[in-house]
């Protein structure tokens, strides 16, 4: 892979000091400011853990990035190659305004930290399945609905009603916002306005930095017991 190939001859060029490209590459990961946009208020960190096994008390939309280096592949085969993959994720999530590329230093330094987080010379390739039908599923438990609702949607949109402690101005207060759904999507059901923005991270295909959650982050069990506990 050509990204990695830059990098190595990076490090053969012995572009070393006190703080090596992995540390510099860890520090970016969790800083909302590697990307451009002013707007951006996510990091990596936000959405992706880099645990082995799986972390206690968080849902997020993105999988753990222990071993990602070592996939043959991203985003469900879709993506092969490992900086398409992340751009993804900068363009669309984190607003960046152009891709990085592979010469920035900063791209070159988070590629360390992600070979760094990948121990194991192979890992499979994990499976994403993209809703695509968005329908209405299943109330579940309102006492699960509180839990998912803690470990997946507060870290961005804080408290229920109030919005205390949200990541961003930008996160709407859930589940207040839906009050205005009738004049902005008039005619379709509220929850299917949430799940349609949870399941795609857009509404009907427009605008948002908002991530999507594929089946294998969120379950339909757990989005059910999620709108019972928002009143959905
Ligand atoms: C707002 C949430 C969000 C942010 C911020 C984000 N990602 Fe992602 N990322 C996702 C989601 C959702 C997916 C799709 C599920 C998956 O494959 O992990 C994804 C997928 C990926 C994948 C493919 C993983 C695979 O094996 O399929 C990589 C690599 C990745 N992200 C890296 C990054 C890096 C590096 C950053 C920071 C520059 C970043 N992401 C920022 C949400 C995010
Ligand atoms: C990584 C941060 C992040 C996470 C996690 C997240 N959201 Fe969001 N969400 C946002 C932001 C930012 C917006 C506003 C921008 C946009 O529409 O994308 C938003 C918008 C929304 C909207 C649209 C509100 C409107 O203005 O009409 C809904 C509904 C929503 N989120 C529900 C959820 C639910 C439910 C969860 C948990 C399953 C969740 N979100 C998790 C960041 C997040």
Redesign the pocket.
């Known amino acids: 892979m050509r990204w990695a190939l830059l990098t190595a001859g990076l490090l053969a060029a012995g572009c070393g000091g006190s703080t090596s490209a992995a540390d510099f590459g860890e520090e ?2 969790q800083d909302s400011r ?2 451009d946009s002013q707007f951006n208020s ?7 853990a880099t645990t082995a096994t799986p972390e206690a008390g968080h849902l ?6 222990h071993d ?1 280096a070592s ?1 043959p ?4 085969g879709y ?1 092969t190659n ?1 900086l398409d ?2 751009n ?3 363009v669309n ?2 607003r ?1 305004v152009s891709p ?1 590329t592979q010469e920035d230093p900063k791209s070159r330094a ?1 590629y360390e930290y ?1 070979v760094r987080i990948s121990p194991d010379a192979q890992a499979d ?2 499976p ?1 399945t993209v809703v695509k039908d968005i329908g209405d599923v299943p109330r579940g438990d309102k006492t699960r609905g509180a839990e998912v609702y803690r470990a997946a949607c507060q870290t ?1 949109h804080g408290e229920t009603h109030t919005g205390k402690g949200r990541l961003t101005q930008l996160a709407s207060l859930l589940p207040d916002i839906t009050n205005e759904y009738d004049s902005v999507f008039p005619g379709v059901p509220h929850q299917l306005v949430v799940i349609e923005k949870v399941r795609h ?1 857009q509404f009907f295909g427009v605008s948002g ?6 089946r ?2 969120l379950s339909d069990e757990d989005l059910g017991a999620l709108l019972a506990y928002l009143g959905l």
């Open positions: 970016l990961f590697l990307s996510f990091s990596c960190a936000t959405c992706h997020r939309a993105g999988y753990s990035l990602v996939r592949s991203w985003w469900g993506e490992l993959a992340v993804f994720c900068y999530f984190m960046g990085l988070l992600l390739a994990l994403l961005c991270g930095s908002m991530p999507l959650y594929s294998e982050a």
